[in-house]
């Protein structure tokens, strides 16, 4: 069985041995309900409107049996000063953007707690960043990729990850920009749920707000990247969907194939 898995930078940027990130786990959870090997594929997604047409070339490509499509809070909860000084400013924008961007590649700068607070001053006192994509484009996007993937292979199965209810507490972010973090997360949330409501799509859109206590257990405590153990969480909760997403599509293309009875 082949898994086309349209993830995050998480999959493979994170120091986390290999074997035991959230992607392998869920792998491993599919494999043994299935009773056969699984084999996933890693590719990124990013919402831009030339983005189905990649995405139908994997699609091409790889033949998967399951598809895994993972709605990235960058997209469009990222507020970036960098792209706000480009949007406004033009040349002269770009360039302190460009600035900007290089000290955020650099994981001591960016992950130190003054470096953090350092920004959230600044995002407030300019009355926040730019995201790279609004809510709109991002359910635009990822319902094309739903509606390609079924017309690609009618018996493919397919997992959609949207956005959580939120975080009970996100350090170093102002009460408006987590405002403003949550009212994006609820529109794609609420709008891609009707959206595989209507396609018989597997979704994983969830109200649940993430506890403080589990979030210090998952995440990293200045840059929000997932730790070992944040990954064993991500791996059950995927593999548990995945798993069921998978056995729904097997009953009922057992019920399918069913003769009728009279």
């Not at 993830?7 to 986390?16: A, C, F, K, Y």
């Not at 006192?125 to 017309?151: H, K, Q, W």
């Not at 200045?222 to 730790?227: D, E, G, L, N």
């Not at 991500?234 to 969907?241: D, K, L, T």
């Amino acid at each position: 069985m082949r898994i086309l898995r349209v993830g995050t930078s998480e999959d493979t940027e994170m120091d986390v041995p290999a074997g035991e990130r959230g992607y392998q786990i869920a792998e491993r959870m599919l494999a043994e309900a299935a009773g056969e090997p699984v084999e996933t594929i890693l590719k990124r997604g990013w919402p831009s409107a030339e983005f189905p047409n990649i995405f139908d070339r994997w699609l091409d490509e790889y033949e998967p049996d399951v598809v895994f499509f993972k709605v990235n809070w960058f997209w469009y909860g990222y507020e970036s000063l960098p792209l706000r000084f480009e949007r406004a400013l033009g040349r002269v924008g770009k360039k302190l953007g460009e600035t900007g961007v290089k000290v955020g590649k650099n994981p001591r700068l960016a992950n130190s707690r003054v470096f953090q607070t350092g920004r959230r001053l600044l995002t407030r006192a300019v009355g926040g960043g730019a995201t790279y994509f609004t809510p709109e484009e991002v359910v635009d996007v990822v319902e094309t990729c739903m509606r390609r993937a079924l017309a690609h292979r009618e018996d493919i199965v397919m997992v959609v990850r949207g956005p959580a209810g939120g975080w009970g507490h996100i350090p170093l972010r102002g009460k408006r920009q987590q405002a403003r973090g949550r009212a994006r997360a609820a529109y794609i949330r609420e709008n891609l749920k009707a959206a595989c409501d209507r396609m018989h799509v597997y979704s994983m859109n969830r109200d649940r707000i993430i506890p403080k206590e589990e979030l210090q257990e998952r995440l990293s405590p200045a840059w929000f990247r997932q730790t070992a153990n944040g990954h064993q969480y991500m791996g059950r909760e995927e593999g548990a969907a995945l798993v069921e997403a998978w056995t729904l599509a097997n009953k009922a293309s057992a019920g399918a194939r069913e003769p009728a009875r009279t």
